[in-house]
């Protein structure tokens, strides 16, 4: 195994480890805009895609990149669009925003 | 050089995603998060284009504006209610960006002939998890939007025959990476994950799709950690990492507050339990009293606390807004309304607080289901709307019911309850819930968004 390897698995150990923390507090108020939200993180993929499209090495390889990199960019613009509106409508009681100004003066 | 600030843009993008999924814990802050992350999403995709290995740019911006022309409707024009299949799309689409990334890295390899083994067991996995993901989504996607039928399809020894499928494409994998030149393992390898992805979704009932929606994103996130893998990219292990996890804690709460377990969800095909026969012939004693939409309005009019209980019927009868009214209604006359949200209300993990949230009930009117049971018992009226198995008290209380041990909401508690049905006939499940034929239950049938309006006018006259 090289060591490129090893250090790749120590990254993947600890990003898991802070997935599961961070993940286990977010609210069941909150689940489907975390699913929208990782999907369209998960639109990351579009850099690897982006690379295998513009490494002109074969017409096979760029017809897959530049499928790839469709599927991820859809991801990408309609997972943070989607997660922004479903994150808009949740609102706290309107009659609130007055202690809510009031701590916001405080800062 | 510029491959360090590649990375480093990597970096900071990496630390945005984290902290959006941090800001996600909190409701006030998620907004502004994902707002980060977004920018976060933007850097990467800068700092790519300045990738050695990319020559020409012209491909990669058809795809992209393609990709972007798909990706806006999807993301402003979807309903709500439609979410759980387009969640289901978007798994499909994330999962097919890898699984062909995967399969070009791969020719790419065969044609300048290095492909290392750890190479190789990366591609692989990617292109298995990758293409199992993508059928599996859009099998899912066809159940939840009702274009393929909802219900189990099931047939003998299916559990063997698909494990066997997956097994021999494992195999196939470990052929591929023993001598990677072998094309045609490659390809029997990805039809055979393809093959799989349907099977398993297959024998796979309506409701107990947040289970297994929550489950691919979970895979779809494992494939892009293979993509990581196999093309040294730590992002991609980040992020594939962080989906994955919160694919598979998703999918466990799921199973949890279903009942069931894993094991149980995917491989059971619960729809064709035969099971439930024996709790629904000994019937609970008793009969339904059936109230008015008049009496029920004086007795929420004159409450001071009324929990709303809203189940799938509601989604389905499109009468968030009616509830929403409602609970207007109530408030201004001074009582106190609560929506107890149990975890499978809707079709998806938080699916009923997102339909809620859009019909303008404000979050802290939202209550999980751990922190609402312990206020049933000081509820005056609770309304449960198009909601069965969830407060059905067998759960607590009859150890030969199927659902004995599911984590039910508490109804049963508060004072009374008034239930808003569409007819006498059992539920989703077919289970007698002897909630319905209690004492302090009263119920209200008709269609549930009528019968909402109704009680909003009469409480208004009230």
Redesign the interface.
């Known amino acids: 195994?090289?060591a490129?390897?090893t250090i790749?698995l120590f990254?993947?150990m600890l990003?898991?480890f802070?997935?599961?923390q961070?993940?286990?507090?977010?609210?069941?108020?909150?689940?489907?805009?975390?699913?929208?939200?990782?999907?369209?993180?998960?639109?990351?993929?579009?850099?690897?895609?982006?690379?295998?499209?513009?490494?002109?090495?074969?017409v096979?390889?760029?017809a897959?990149?530049?499928?790839?990199?469709?599927?991820?960019?859809?991801?990408?613009?309609?997972?943070?669009?989607?997660?922004?509106?479903?994150?808009?409508?949740?609102?706290?009681?309107?009659t609130?925003t007055k202690e809510g100004a009031e701590g916001a003066a405080k800062q | 050089m510029t491959e360090t600030l590649i990375q480093l843009a990597?970096l900071v993008?990496a630390f945005l995603?984290?902290s959006?999924?941090?800001a996600?814990?909190k409701?006030?802050q998620?907004?502004r998060g994902?707002?980060f992350?977004?920018f976060g999403?933007a850097l990467?995709?800068v700092a790519?284009?300045f990738?050695a290995?990319?020559?020409?740019?012209e491909?990669?911006l058809?795809?992209?504006a393609?990709?972007?022309l798909?990706?806006?409707?999807?993301?402003?024009w979807?309903p709500?209610t439609a979410?759980p299949e387009?969640?289901a799309l978007?798994?499909a689409?994330?999962a097919?960006?890898?699984t062909?990334?995967g399969?070009?890295?791969y020719?790419?390899g065969l044609?300048t002939g290095e492909i290392g083994s750890?190479h190789m067991v990366a591609l692989g996995f990617e292109v298995l998890l990758g293409a199992l993901t993508v059928t599996g989504s859009l099998m899912a996607f066809g159940k939840l939007s009702e274009v393929l039928p909802g219900r189990p399809i099931t047939f003998p020894l299916q559990n063997v025959f698909n494990l066997t499928l997956l097994a021999v494409a494992v195999l196939a994998l470990v052929v591929l990476v023993i001598e990677p030149t072998l094309l045609w393992v490659g390809v029997a390898m990805l039809v055979l994950s393809l093959a799989v992805g349907v099977l398993l979704v297959l024998p796979i009932g309506g409701a107990d799709m947040p289970v297994v929606?929550?489950l691919l994103?979970s895979y779809?996130?494992l494939a892009?950690?293979a993509?990581?893998?196999a093309?040294?990219?730590?992002?991609?292990?980040?992020?594939?990492?962080?989906?994955?996890?919160?694919?598979f804690?998703?999918s466990v709460?799921m199973s949890k507050a279903m009942n069931r377990s894993f094991s149980n969800v995917l491989f059971g095909a619960f729809g064709a339990q035969p099971a439930q026969a024996a709790g629904a012939a000994a019937g609970p004693a008793g009969e339904m009293s059936a109230i008015s939409a008049e009496d029920t309005a004086l007795r929420m009019a004159y409450a001071e606390r009324v929990i709303i209980v809203p189940g799938y019927g509601l989604a389905v009868a499109q009468a968030q807004h009616a509830a929403k009214e409602l609970a207007d209604m109530i408030e201004k006359r001074g009582g106190d309304v609560r929506f107890a949200?149990h975890?499978v209300a809707?079709r998806?993990?938080?699916?009923m607080?997102?339909l809620l949230?859009?019909a303008?009930v404000?979050?802290?009117?939202?209550v999980?289901?751990e922190d609402v049971n312990p206020k049933f018992p000081e509820t005056d009226v609770s309304l449960v709307i198009g909601a069965n198995d969830v407060i059905n008290p067998a759960a607590r209380t009859n150890p030969g019911s199927p659902i004995y041990g599911m984590p039910i909401l508490n109804v049963s508690d508060s004072k009374s309850v008034v239930v808003l049905k569409r007819g006498r006939g059992t539920g989703f499940s077919g289970l007698e819930n002897e909630l319905f034929f209690d004492e302090k239950t009263s119920m209200l049938f008709g269609d549930a968004k009528q019968s909402l309006i109704d009680l909003g006018l009469e409480i208004k006259n009230a």
């Open positions: 195994m090289s490129t390897t790749q990254v993947f990003a898991g802070v997935g599961y961070t993940i286990t507090k977010i609210p069941p108020l909150l689940h489907t805009p975390l699913m929208a939200a990782t999907n369209a993180i998960s639109g990351i993929s579009l850099v690897a895609s982006m690379v295998l499209a513009g490494s002109n090495q074969g096979l390889a760029t897959l990149g530049t499928v790839a990199v469709a599927s991820a960019m859809a991801n990408v613009v309609g997972g943070f669009l989607i997660v922004d509106r479903m994150l808009a409508m949740f609102k706290r009681q309107p609130n | 990597y993008s995603f984290i959006a999924l941090r996600l814990g409701p006030d998620a907004r994902m707002q992350a977004a999403m990467a995709i790519t284009l990738h290995r990319i020559v020409s740019y491909w990669i058809v795809g992209a393609v990709g972007a798909a990706g806006y409707p999807l993301g402003r979807v709500m979410m387009r969640i978007s798994h689409f994330g097919l960006a890898a062909l990334v399969i070009g890295e020719s790419n044609s750890g929606v929550s994103n779809a996130g892009a950690v993509t990581g893998f093309i040294d990219n730590n992002i991609l292990i980040i992020v594939g990492a962080l989906d994955g996890f919160s694919g804690i998703l709460a949200i975890p809707g998806m993990p938080g699916h607080n997102v949230a859009e303008g404000s979050y802290d009117k939202l999980d289901m």
